[in-house]
């Protein structure tokens, strides 16, 4: 079986589907990996780098991919790398489905078999491949980086013969895995740190870090989570209630992190124009979700605004912000999805397609979408009722 690992052609994607460890790997299970040519620099990795453990480096992406049984990228394959797929190919990459039904049709097109990494189901199991998780907890890692830099003070408390510096205060919203790392990262920097969440569950976890829990806690609150651990919807009332109390809470931070996001759904606002308005001059936003049409009323996608006297981050890619680090993580749960598809004897391609994993992940198979999210919706027969 040849294995590819094509160069990003999003120029704003530094990232790369696999590491020298994990073409070791591959090779080890009997595969010829191909990499084009300067694919993991920008992750701080050469050419040489795959050549030592056994990959041949091709030098464009159309000779990387050709006749490949598998292709292994960050990001979903434009219609022009299509062009270049061998038609039954399995492509792992995360493929952003929502909303992008002309994109699905070109890979069902080109007869790919095509696995969207972000629908790995959260069990047990699963969690070595699960790239929502181990890219978010980098990106929350990064946002409290990318506030500090903004951030015309310092962060921790410190004691002088000239006077004291008060410790800088971090409000994170949101305590999902980019949430908690975010306020891990701004308690090691030396934070006042407090966040929120709708799920109840979440202050323990918050407390655990060290941070001072935020919300209504009323009896509604404490029945707000489902036995599968979501939250369920909260009433008007409730909602005016926290709203009131997180835009109290917002006056009087340094630093505001929000990490909300909804699978298939725009993100939620949680900050309105009125509440930044609030802010202290030389206060930072960072908005964990533009590219989902952003958490904060005002954040522009790819920039860093001044809003009044306050300074609302918006980068896009925040994971690839971290790339030599996100990187080894994203192509580790990469070879674990794929070592599933993998006869070991045999040394083939083996894919269990009524695997759990595989039907939760699979978009596009023989010519079709297949995935049941996203298939075409079949016309009810003329006259039906």
Do not use: C
Not at 50 to 61: H, K, L, M, R
Not at 244 to 258: E, F, G, M, N, Y
């Amino acid at each position: 079986m040849k294995i590819a690992v094509p160069a990003e052609v999003d120029l704003g994607e530094p990232r790369v589907a696999a590491t020298p460890d994990t073409v070791k790997r591959l090779v080890a299970l009997g595969a010829q990996v191909a990499v084009e040519a300067g694919a993991g620099v920008k992750s701080g990795i050469l050419d040489a780098d795959y050549e030592a453990v056994g990959a041949t480096i091709a030098p464009s992406g159309a000779d990387v991919v050709a006749g490949a049984d598998v292709v292994l990228k960050v990001r979903r394959p434009t219609e022009a790398e299509l062009s270049s797929y061998k038609r039954g190919a399995l492509v792992l990459a995360i493929m952003d489905p929502y909303g992008n039904d002309a994109a699905l049709a070109a890979m069902a097109n080109a007869g790919v078999a095509s696995f969207a990494m972000e629908l790995m189901p959260r069990i047990t199991r699963a969690q070595v491949m699960d790239v929502l998780s181990s890219q978010a907890n980098i990106a929350g890692y990064r946002a409290v980086i990318d506030a500090a830099a903004e951030f015309n003070r310092a962060l921790p408390q410190m004691m002088t013969a000239a006077g004291t510096v008060p410790a800088a205060r971090v409000f994170v919203m949101g305590a999902g895995v980019a949430g908690l790392q975010a306020i891990a990262t701004a308690r090691r920097l030396g934070a006042i740190v407090t966040a929120t969440d709708v799920r109840p569950a979440a202050k323990e976890q918050v407390a655990s870090l060290g941070a001072k829990f935020v919300a209504v806690e009323d009896e509604e609150f404490k029945q707000a989570e489902t036995a599968a651990g979501y939250a369920k919807p909260m009433s008007a009332e409730y909602q005016a209630k926290q709203a009131a109390l997180v835009a109290d809470h917002i006056k009087k931070q340094d630093i505001v992190i929000t990490t909300a996001l909804i699978p298939g759904r725009p993100a939620p606002k949680l900050i309105s124009a009125a509440m930044v308005a609030s802010m202290k001059p030389g206060s930072v936003i960072v908005d964990l979700a533009v590219e989902r049409g952003g958490n904060v009323e005002g954040a522009i996608p790819g920039q860093v605004v001044q809003v009044g006297g306050v300074k609302i981050v918006g980068h896009l890619n925040v994971p690839g912000r971290a790339a030599a680090s996100t990187s080894p993580l994203y192509a580790k749960n990469l070879f674990n999805f794929l070592e599933t598809m993998v006869d070991k004897q045999a040394k083939a391609l083996a894919v269990k397609w009524d695997d759990e994993l595989v039907k939760a992940t699979l978009l596009t198979r023989d010519g079709a979408v297949v995935h049941p999210n996203f298939a075409p919706k079949n016309p009810s027969p003329e006259g039906a009722a």
